[in-house]
């Protein structure tokens, strides 16, 4: 693979000493957001779709979760949206939820260009939480990249891939949930946020798409099946999760399982340790008519 990695912060220049990048919020934007974040996320809400690959409960906690995805821009119609994810919750039921990762999301962002995004929640996605700084929560503390940050070039199927290397973990000292981009640390969401997530249970990365307007499904990663051509369909490399006791683990097939809500449209295969990408899956699919 050729790769280039994601640019989505000030191009050359950082904030001054005590000051940091957060995207100006309009009314606007906080009324999609909003709208978005309420209907773009549940799972088995209509028209929501995934393609997984989650941890089994064979640890009793994580601590963090990391990985290096490829970076796509399919093209999708308003109130559609798709995305990459890394994250890391407190169980199935979700009720503690910290995700990464890239989208395209017109509904948040008022345009068709792929995007670098956190979202949270501490009550599955009822009450609390939002995307990037859309609600008061993440604390950024980077002076160069910022969430909600446009990526400009973006992977070629076949050919040059442009990756994104992120990790979730959890301070040991503060029990704050840490978010970094290329070993740089962006910012924290304070443990104070998530008074039922003092462990995580569960770690995942894979896709999703969301199609609030009915019709067919858009498409998933790069819109393309896994084939286990790492120029080809979507991918996350280099996967590992973090447990207190032992450290960085790397997942064994044995650790994860591959879900998809629809896998006639989109799904997820991983295939443990490979050569070239290290512990690897790919996600994603064609989408279209994907029912409900």
């Not at 962002?109 to 792929?114: H, R």
Request: charged residues 15%.
């Amino acid at each position: 693979i050729t790769s280039t990695k994601a640019i989505f912060g000030l191009r050359k220049n950082k904030c001054p000493t005590g000051s940091v990048p957060i995207k100006r919020a309009t009314k606007d934007d906080l009324i999609r957001g909003k709208s978005y974040f309420n209907n773009g996320l549940v799972d088995h809400t209509h028209g929501n779709h995934y393609a997984e690959v989650i941890s089994y409960p064979r640890y009793d906690f994580y601590n963090g979760v990391s990985g290096t995805s490829s970076v796509y821009n399919v093209k999708i119609r308003k109130g559609q949206s798709s995305s990459a994810v890394m994250y890391i919750r407190n169980g199935p039921d979700s009720t503690s939820y910290i995700g990464m990762g890239w989208h395209i999301a017109p509904d948040l962002y008022n345009d068709d260009d792929t995007h670098f995004y956190v979202v949270w929640t501490a009550d599955n996605f009822k009450n609390t939480g939002c995307f990037n700084h859309l609600c008061p929560g993440f604390v950024q503390t980077s002076k160069k990249d910022y969430l909600g940050g446009n990526i400009g070039a973006t992977s070629i199927y076949g050919g040059h891939m442009v990756e994104m290397t992120y990790s979730i973990s959890q301070d040991p000292e503060t029990k704050n949930w840490v978010i970094s981009n290329e070993s740089e640390m962006l910012g924290y969401f304070p443990a104070s946020l998530f008074p039922n997530m003092a462990q995580a249970h569960q770690v995942g990365w894979g896709g999703r798409t969301s199609n609030s307007q009915g019709g067919p499904s858009p498409q998933m990663g790069s819109g393309y099946f896994p084939d286990k051509v790492f120029t080809h369909s979507s991918y996350f490399k280099d996967v590992a999760f973090q447990v207190e006791s032992k450290g960085s683990v790397f997942p064994y097939i044995q650790d994860v399982d591959a879900v998809s809500d629809r896998p006639d449209c989109f799904y997820a295969r991983y295939y443990g340790l490979l050569e070239e990408v290290g512990y690897s899956l790919q996600f994603g699919g064609p989408g279209g008519s994907c029912g409900g």
